[in-house]
Nanobody, 120 residues
């Protein structure tokens, strides 16, 4: 059973940066496509970023392109989300996901989420 644990969320001012981490255990991390999704209160879950198992291909939601960067370290079973130029509308719970058949399509494994709050 794959377990995902996110960390790195917090409160930041608009224009600031945060880096989220997602540590995986219990599965073959190196073969999983990984993704980040977010959900704000009263809104639907939104695709943020995805990365293929090799790290060779990445994809981003339109609202974060040019500001967020996803990366992974297979040796550490960890995927990262570097978030720059944060805006109040980025405020949400951010969830790590594993196992999607293609980027932007979530797999079956989810973390518990980490809260990101951006103040104006």
């Amino acid at each position: 059973q794959v377990q995902l644990v996110e960390s790195g969320g917090g409160l930041v001012q608009a224009g600031g940066s945060l880096r989220l981490s997602c540590a995986a255990s219990g599965g073959t991390f190196n073969y999983f496509n990984m993704g980040w999704y977010r959900q704000a209160p009263g809104k639907e879950r939104e695709f943020v970023a995805g990365i293929t198992w090799s790290g060779g291909i990445t994809a981003y939601g339109d609202s974060v392109k040019g500001r967020f960067t996803i990366s992974r370290e297979n040796a550490k079973n960890t995927v990262y989300l570097q978030m720059n130029s944060l805006k109040p509308e980025d405020t949400a719970s951010y969830y790590c996901n594993a196992g999607g058949v293609r980027l932007g399509v979530p797999g079956n494994y989810w973390g518990q989420g980490t809260q990101v709050t951006v103040s104006s």
